[in-house]
């Protein structure tokens, strides 16, 4: 097996579909000679051509109706939308077109098309780049969203978002690129969309997070079983669209307390997706309120404050404290 | 001559006809090669789509139709576009588009339903090339570029061809779809029909543009404006796009002059509001029929009987497409939620059941 970046990970799972499958093309502003500004795409359009992988003009509706138009066509789109803060300028095309189309046509037609862009914070960008828009996307009808935590799930997920004939919207975290490597193995293998990761064992509380948040939830975790003992449960969602409860039951059901950790702003979001329902389907099973672990109601700050306005493993062991102890 | 760019432009377009309104030939050089049947043809399609707005405008006024944007007026664009191109071309409409897509082989109690809001409007037949008309102005420009580049990636001698209105093309979805084309050279046609008004907007308030057409310029494409009460000027501009567009020559922009005689759409629009009567009447003596006929009365290949013949098929035809909508099963929400994904996700199918249960109730 290999040893991978996230991004390695990412543009390995691209060319193998590329390879496979004559349907799948991959295009976006720079995605081409350039590589993507992150080099996600490096290499593809030198070894799959310029009809297969190809600059697009710097529009972003552009490239979402162009994705959809070729998905009529019978194409497979990986569209790279260069930030995921510029998904506005494209959000007709995510939610409003393609998100729809399945329903408008009675199942005539539909959508194959991954929308790809990098997020998340902590790599003190400029404005409207490390926004966590998710929550957005997640709220739409008909659109997946997926967010993987590690290179090994990423290609296995990003695999499967390409074959899936339903829109796709696949964040990757730009802190999670090259932070740290992961075994991958080389041929292709999917994770299948919708399906949550236990990634960690534990008995005493679940946290449920996705994303970068995993590993700070992670931390949290291996800080306090050395200083206290408390054996945590983490679950990584990996698919944010639709959420599989069935494990986050399972795990609530053996722990009986638990806590939401995610990156983006508090209110409306994934975080409270999840209290929510396990409010409906578990509450006898809880010993406390399952709590939020998240960022604060604000745009995005800019740098100074960024590391202080994330959470972190304090603020997530203190979570743990405070359900251990209600 | 000025150095100013946009002076320049607005000189060089000039308007495509071919027939006058008392439909003697002003440019017999531009006349398309139809036989008398297709001339015949385009004259029975607009005699027809005319009976059936009007049968839409009163069916929609008792309650027993849902959404309608009624098209007289616009025939000639609608229908002389639609019949340059091939059944494997592909149509991207705008809601006002049902013409086009039902004479490219949408079954007409089809979109019925569609206007009903039902879901099986939209369930297109295979062999069919359109999608359901765009409710979102200018999306369906960025799609056409889509299916458009597909056609030329396919080596498909197919053109996608797509409609807006005046107002639409401030939109900037416009530009962008237009200059996508232009930049990756695809076999899209943009037909802009300028009939005046988006809603009660008025063109010289949309744009300082003199002409549409000549927004072509800045995609780099070729733009022709043309009279879109006439059908032969319409058809030839588009099968001279399509023509371009199949043999490797790329996008063309079509900015056609028309008029909606109605109002924008049956849901509670007043053109009296924004519209004054002179203004109406002055368009009504451009009637793309009245003109059509009398080309073809002079050419002696068109006569009352004929017309009475259409009328009455046409009519006969709605009635009988009504009925058959009428008896499409009702749509219902677990019929909706199939439809949300290829396989339905576990909160879905829980969904659904919630809803098969309160219906079997
Ligand atoms: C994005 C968007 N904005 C606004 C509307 C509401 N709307 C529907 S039709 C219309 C006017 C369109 O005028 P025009 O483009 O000239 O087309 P016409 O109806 O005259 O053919 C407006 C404002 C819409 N459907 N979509």
């Known amino acids: 097996m290999a040893q991978m970046t996230m991004i390695q990970a990412i543009t390995d799972a691209m060319r193998l579909e590329l390879e496979?499958?004559?349907?799948?093309?991959?295009?976006?502003?720079?995605?081409?000679?350039?590589?993507?500004?992150?080099?996600?795409?490096?290499?593809?359009?030198?070894?799959?051509?310029?009809?297969?992988?190809?600059?697009?003009?710097?529009?972003?509706?552009?490239?979402?109706?162009?994705?959809?138009?070729?998905?009529?066509?019978?194409?497979?789109?990986?569209?790279?939308?260069?930030?995921?803060?510029?998904?506005?300028?494209?959000?007709?095309?995510?939610?409003?077109?393609?998100?729809?189309?399945?329903?408008?046509?009675?199942?005539?037609?539909?959508?194959?098309?991954?929308?790809?862009?990098?997020?998340?914070?902590?790599?003190?960008?400029?404005?409207?780049?490390?926004?966590?828009?998710?929550?957005?996307?997640?709220?739409?009808?008909?659109?997946?969203?997926?967010?993987?935590?590690?290179?090994?799930?990423?290609?296995?997920?990003?695999?499967?978002?390409?074959?899936?004939?339903?829109?796709?919207?696949?964040?990757?975290?730009?802190?999670?690129?090259?932070?740290?490597?992961?075994?991958?193995?080389?041929?292709?293998?999917?994770?299948?969309?919708?399906?949550?990761?236990?990634?960690?064992?534990?008995?005493?509380?679940?946290?449920?997070?996705?994303?970068?948040?995993?590993?700070?939830?992670?931390t949290a975790a291996e800080e306090i079983e050395k200083e206290q003992g408390v054996k945590v449960e983490v679950i990584d969602l990996r698919t944010i669209s639709p959420i599989d409860i069935e494990t986050i039951l399972a795990s609530v059901e053996k722990t009986n307390r638990a806590i939401v950790v995610q990156e983006a702003q508090k209110s409306a979001g994934i975080a409270a997706e999840v209290v929510a329902q396990i409010n409906e389907k578990a509450i006898l099973h809880l010993e406390a309120p399952v709590l939020r672990v998240t960022a604060p109601d604000t745009v995005y700050p800019f740098a100074l404050v960024e590391d202080d306005w994330l959470p972190d493993p304090k603020r997530v062991k203190a979570a743990i404290q405070e359900v251990l102890e209600f | 001559m000025s150095n100013y760019v946009s002076e320049i432009q607005a000189e060089q377009v000039s308007t495509l006809s071919i027939l006058a309104a008392d439909g003697t030939v002003v440019n017999e050089a531009a006349m398309p090669k139809l036989t008398d049947e297709q001339l015949r043809e385009l004259m029975s399609r607009m005699v027809f789509t005319r009976v059936w707005d009007q049968r839409a405008i009163s069916l929609s006024r008792q309650g027993r139709l849902g959404f309608y944007a009624p098209v007289a007026g616009q025939e000639a664009s609608m229908i002389g576009s639609q019949f340059a191109l091939d059944k494997e071309d592909f149509i991207l409409p705008s809601y006002r588009d049902i013409p086009q897509i039902v004479w490219h082989g949408l079954p007409l109690y089809q979109?019925?339903?569609?206007?009903?809001?039902?879901?099986?409007?939209?369930?297109?037949?295979?062999?069919?090339?359109?999608?359901?008309?765009?409710?979102?102005?200018?999306?369906?420009?960025?799609?056409?570029?889509?299916?458009?580049?597909?056609?030329?990636?396919?080596?498909?001698?197919?053109?996608?061809?797509?409609?807006?209105?005046?107002?639409?093309?401030?939109?900037?979805?416009?530009?962008?779809?237009?200059?996508?084309?232009?930049?990756?050279?695809?076999?899209?046609?943009?037909?802009?029909?300028?009939n005046r008004y988006a809603i009660s907007v008025p063109i010289e308030k949309q744009t300082a543009a003199e002409t549409l057409a000549q927004k072509a310029v800045a995609a780099g494409i070729p733009g022709i404006q043309v009279d879109g009460m006439d059908v032969l000027a319409v058809y030839k501009a588009v099968a001279d796009a399509a023509e371009r567009g199949r043999s490797g020559g790329g996008p063309t922009l079509i900015e056609a002059l028309t008029y909606r005689f109605g109002p924008h759409t049956m849901s509670g629009?007043?053109?009296?509001?924004?519209?004054?009567?002179?203004?109406?009447?002055?368009?009504?003596?451009?009637?793309?029929?009245?003109?059509?006929?009398?080309?073809?009365?002079?050419?002696?290949?068109?006569?009352?009987?004929?017309?009475?013949?259409?009328?009455?098929?046409?009519?006969?035809?709605?009635?009988?497409?009504?009925?058959?909508?009428?008896?499409?099963?009702?749509?219902?929400?677990?019929?909706?939620?199939?439809?949300?994904?290829?396989?339905?996700?576990?909160?879905?199918?829980?969904?659904?059941?919630?809803?098969?249960?309160?219906?079997?109730?």
């Open chain 1, 20 to 218: 496979r499958d004559p349907n799948v093309l991959v295009f976006g502003e720079d995605v081409g000679k350039n590589g993507g500004v992150f080099r996600a795409t490096e290499g593809l359009q030198q070894q799959f051509g310029e009809e297969r992988v190809f600059d697009t003009p710097l529009a972003e509706s552009g490239i979402g109706g162009l994705a959809i138009g070729l998905g009529l066509q019978g194409y497979r789109s990986v569209a790279e939308i260069q930030f995921f803060g510029f998904v506005f300028e494209m959000f007709d095309s995510v939610a409003a077109q393609a998100a729809r189309m399945r329903y408008r046509s009675g199942g005539r037609y539909n959508s194959p098309i991954t929308f790809r862009a990098p997020f998340g914070g902590g790599i003190k960008g400029p404005e409207l780049h490390a926004d966590s828009l998710e929550g957005l996307v997640a709220q739409t009808p008909g659109l997946k969203v997926v967010i993987p935590s590690n290179p090994y799930d990423a290609k296995g997920l990003l695999i499967s978002a390409i074959r899936d004939n339903d829109p796709v919207v696949f964040l990757e975290h730009m802190k999670l690129y090259r932070s740290f490597r992961g075994e991958v193995p080389e041929g292709e293998y999917t994770i299948p969309l919708g399906k949550a990761n236990v990634v960690r064992e534990g008995t005493d509380v679940t946290i449920i997070t996705y994303g970068a948040m995993v590993h700070t939830s992670l």
């Open chain 2, 111 to 194: 979109a019925f339903l569609y206007s009903r809001g039902h879901q099986q409007g939209g369930i297109i037949p295979e062999d069919v090339n359109v999608l359901m008309p765009q409710i979102i102005i200018g999306a369906q420009i960025i799609q056409t570029a889509g299916v458009a580049m597909g056609f030329k990636l396919r080596n498909k001698n197919n053109v996608a061809i797509t409609y807006i209105g005046d107002g639409g093309t401030s939109q900037g979805d416009f530009y962008e779809g237009i200059n996508y084309a232009g930049a990756f050279n695809s076999p899209a046609i943009f037909v802009i029909q300028n």
């Open chain 2, 269 to 361: 629009d007043d053109p009296t509001r924004y519209r004054t009567n002179e203004e109406e009447s002055k368009w009504e003596t451009k009637d793309p029929l009245i003109r059509f006929r009398k080309f073809l009365e002079n050419k002696g290949i068109w006569t009352a009987e004929d017309e009475d013949r259409v009328v009455e098929e046409a009519k006969e035809a709605v009635s009988e497409a009504i009925k058959q909508a009428d008896a499409v099963e009702k749509m219902t929400v677990p019929g909706l939620i199939d439809t949300m994904f290829e396989i339905a996700p576990p909160h879905l199918e829980e969904q659904k059941k919630a809803y098969l249960a309160k219906e079997g109730e």
